[in-house]
């Protein structure tokens, strides 16, 4: 898909442009999760990279947070950053070889994490950019089927929506309460500012970390969103994090085995029957009247 910037991604809005020779190779089906801070992102984006390797997919995850845990269940360790080892070799690039910075996890999955800047001095966005740049100079996206791309928190700015540039769909994580809603308001907002001139498009909602969905289930009714799966408050998710692995890996349980099912279901509808939202998102003061209880 050939795409020319026409115009900006927002009214107002200054935003980090990558490269487009280094857009991710066709094929590949790229996911960008999003969602408030906090609510699971990393924990989500882990079990659906296991769940894409459970279905005989070739995966990669990149971790787009500077305190690089996004990929720590299916590592088992906190892997070094691409801005920690760029800065190593005074960011000459051709001195790194491709297990300088992409690590084996779980399944197969392979992971990297970006890192950031230190807080203040630069742009979450050109790091992502020079990973997904360094991934494609070693050849590193050619054979893979899933590239996921877990963000950081509900920032909307230039920097942090870099991934979106690169994505298919986006997922966005919530819980069943206010805070969590208004932040996937915001972030639909920031999607369908860069659906004008990206392939990216909604995927649809996770709700995560909640028994009820009944707010969720209100919010997607009035803009146009589709719950995609639904993780409860459990404590196996819980216990995984601590045991630094992924659902797949924890003892089989009546509730771990519906956790696992949910992701393979779940990584099965990205793979063959999602089909792209059109959202229209609400004005703050709507999602105030909207939520809660009569």
Do not use: W
Not at 5 to 22: A, F
Not at 49 to 72: E, M, W
Not at 97 to 107: A, C, K, L, S, T
Not at 186 to 213: E, F, H, M, P
């Amino acid at each position: 898909m050939t795409t020319t910037l026409k115009r900006p991604d927002g009214e107002g809005s200054v935003q980090v442009h990558q490269d487009p020779s280094v857009n991710i190779a066709e094929g590949a089906l790229v996911i960008a999760v999003y969602g408030k801070g906090g609510i699971g992102k990393s924990t989500t984006s882990s079990n659906l990279s296991a769940a894409f390797s459970k279905l005989g997919k070739r995966v990669l995850q990149i971790g787009c947070d500077p305190k690089h845990d996004s990929t720590f269940t299916l590592t088992k360790q906190m892997v070094p950053t691409v801005i920690d080892i760029l800065e190593g070799v005074d960011f000459h690039t051709e001195e790194l070889r491709p297990e300088d910075f992409v690590f084996d996890g779980f399944n197969g999955v392979q992971c990297v994490e970006s890192g950031g800047p230190p807080a203040g001095t630069g742009c979450g966005g050109y790091v992502t950019g020079q990973t997904v740049k360094l991934l494609k100079e070693h050849h590193l996206l050619e054979d893979t089927d899933v590239v996921i791309f877990d963000v950081l928190g509900d920032v909307v700015c230039g920097g942090f929506a870099a991934p979106l540039q690169h994505a298919n769909y986006c997922l966005i994580v919530t819980a069943n309460d206010f805070d969590s809603i208004f932040a996937m308001n915001r972030i639909i907002a920031a999607i369908q500012a860069k659906a004008k001139n990206y392939k990216v498009r909604l995927g649809g909602v996770v709700a995560n970390r909640s028994r009820d969905t009944d707010q969720i289930d209100r919010f997607n009714e009035r803009v146009g969103m589709k719950t995609m799966a639904h993780f409860p408050d459990l404590d196996a998710i819980r216990r995984s994090r601590l045991k630094k692995c992924t659902i797949f890996e924890m003892e089989s349980t009546p509730e771990v085995e519906a956790v696992q099912n949910e992701y393979l279901r779940l990584a099965g509808s990205m793979l063959e029957s999602v089909k792209p939202l059109e959202a229209e998102p609400l004005k703050d003061r709507e999602i105030f009247d909207l939520l809660g209880f009569d």
